[in-house]
């Protein structure tokens, strides 16, 4: 491609005017005003100040005109160093323009031309490397795409498949988004606890777990990155994080960390955060689409909140509606026990009374919810002790009493030694002063621990020992199921569980033949 080389005027201060400070005084010319400047020039050269070079290197890749018969008139070094392909792409894209900004694809990169006319028929073009915006695009289009698909939970399914399937489902489905949309392999998801401020982990990836008893809060000192992130609702990039005073050890020779806010109508339920073994890796960007798909996550593991408070709520309206509806005609079965007293039929009297208690109860369980075993006194009758269990430590870590004590009598009568304890803390202490159970059955919240922690813990004392967990309604809220079924938990009890599924489940877990 022939070319003129162009002249080039610098506009200089008056006194410096026709001084002779340039290196190559044939192409450098010194004038006094632009305007002087316009009146020498040609129309294939260029005029730039030192100003408008920095500006025009700042804005773009590179800068050429392209003159009325298609063929670079001008163009500077940077132009000139690109492949031959792409500069005459450059002059066909501008023939055929019908915008003044064009894209194409070309050489594995993305360009973008932006097009003005110049006066002498001249068109001048300005080059923009634009693959990384690009890039940052397609990774928005990636993101949405599949935080909309995590947004895809019906009705049908919370009601048909238990809640610890559909959780086990929900995180595989975030686990794989983050990998592939945003290219972390280290990262964990903790949500706020309304109740206590303390951030539960719900998803870990890669990340050294806490040690046990050890808890974040959501607050701005003394509780990490995440408990400043949840009590500030900011994202927080850290660059270092081995001269940050706010982390706290996550990832084993972590580097760098980025943590964003999972928010619900600017109301924080979480956070998020990611960790890197290299240095410089995590920057502005990834913050930006952890941003992007954390809105997505924060408003699925909301939405799942939602509906399963809602079969909560509609069982405990169906229950109380029972209760209504029972009222007369319990009234009249009383009116009957009475008559039967004063007939002389004491014993009928009695057990009428017995069976009314019975449905008073049964009716109370669905109420107030599931929190008990149902027909405990029926079944505690009939059982008897088994020899195969007669001897063996069961532990119960349960902060309901109705459960705890029912539990309790349950495998005392199938002649089970059993410790029971309202927490995990109380668990954790006797597992330091030597308890050595053969079972651990735990609830999955309690409230100074998880289900997953009394695990954790159980197993650091004794790698062999069973684990079951009990759940109200299946409901998970730290995704201790999905966690512990990694882990090898031997069974999962849904309140209000029978009688004979807990000892079923019980037998099972020690390998005694059901």
């Known amino acids: 491609m022939n070319r003129k080389k162009p002249s080039i005027f610098v506009v200089v201060p008056p006194a410096l005017a026709g001084g002779d400070r340039c290196d190559d005084p044939e192409l450098l010319t010194a004038v006094t005003t632009l305007a002087e400047a316009l009146k020498r020039c040609g129309p294939a050269d260029a005029i730039a100040d030192a100003g408008a070079s920095m500006l025009l290197r700042g804005l773009g890749t590179a800068a050429a005109v392209v003159g009325a018969d298609g063929t670079i008139a001008w163009s500077d070094d940077r132009f000139d160093a690109l492949p031959t392909s792409v500069q005459e792409a450059c002059c066909i894209k501008v023939a055929d323009r019908g915008s003044p900004r064009i894209r194409f694809e070309l050489e594995d990169r993305l360009w973008e031309l932006h097009v003005a006319p110049l006066e002498g028929n001249g068109i001048g073009i300005l080059l923009v490397d634009a693959t990384t ?272 004590d029912e539990v309790t009598r349950i495998l005392g009568q199938l002649g089970c030694r059993v410790a029971s304890f309202p927490g995990g803390q109380a668990f954790f202490n006797q597992l330091n002063r030597g308890l050595e159970p053969d079972l651990v059955i735990s609830d999955i919240r309690l409230g100074d621990a998880s289900g997953y922690e009394v695990l954790t813990a159980a197993r650091d004392a004794n790698a062999d020992v069973p684990v079951l967990l009990m759940t109200g309604f299946g409901y998970d809220p730290n995704h201790t199921i999905v966690r512990a079924s990694a882990e090898g938990v031997q069974g999962v009890l849904l309140k209000p569980f029978r009688v004979g599924q807990l000892v079923d489940a019980v037998r099972g877990a020690l390998g005694v033949k059901v």
């Open 133 to 404: 915006a690009g890039e940052r695009i397609h990774r928005r289009a990636a993101i949405d795409a599949s935080g909309l698909s995590l947004l895809r939970l019906d009705r049908r399914a919370i009601a048909e498949l238990s809640v610890a399937d559909r959780l086990r489902q929900l995180e595989a489905a975030i686990r794989e988004a983050v990998h592939a949309n945003l290219d972390f392999d280290h990262f964990e998801i903790r949500l706020l606890s309304p109740d206590s401020n303390r951030l539960d982990l719900v998803i870990s990836e890669s990340l050294s777990p806490m040690r046990i008893g050890e808890v974040l809060y959501a607050e701005e000192t003394g509780n990490g990155i995440s408990g400043w992130v949840a009590a500030t609702g900011r994202p927080y990039l850290c660059l270092d994080v081995r001269t940050d005073p706010l982390y706290r050890e996550g990832l084993d020779e972590a580097c760098t960390s980025l943590t964003i806010p999972l928010k619900v109508n600017e109301r924080v339920i979480g956070v998020f955060n990611i960790e890197c073994d290299t240095l410089g890796v995590l920057d502005e960007v990834d913050l930006e689409m952890a941003i992007r798909f954390g809105e997505y996550v924060a408003s699925v593991l909301h939405l799942l909140d939602l509906l399963v408070v809602e079969r909560i709520t509609t069982s405990e309206q169906t229950g109380r509606r029972l209760a209504e509806s029972m009222e007369t005609p319990l009234n009249d079965l009383e009116a009957l026990a009475a008559a039967l007293d004063s007939s002389g039929h004491d014993q009928r009297a009695a057990e009428l009374r017995a069976t009314m208690d019975n449905i008073r109860k049964g009716i109370e369980q669905c109420a107030s919810g599931p929190r008990s075993v149902i027909d405990a006194e029926q079944e505690l009758r009939t059982l008897e002790a088994d020899e195969m269990l007669i001897g063996r430590t069961v532990a119960i870590v349960e902060d309901e009493p109705r459960i705890r």
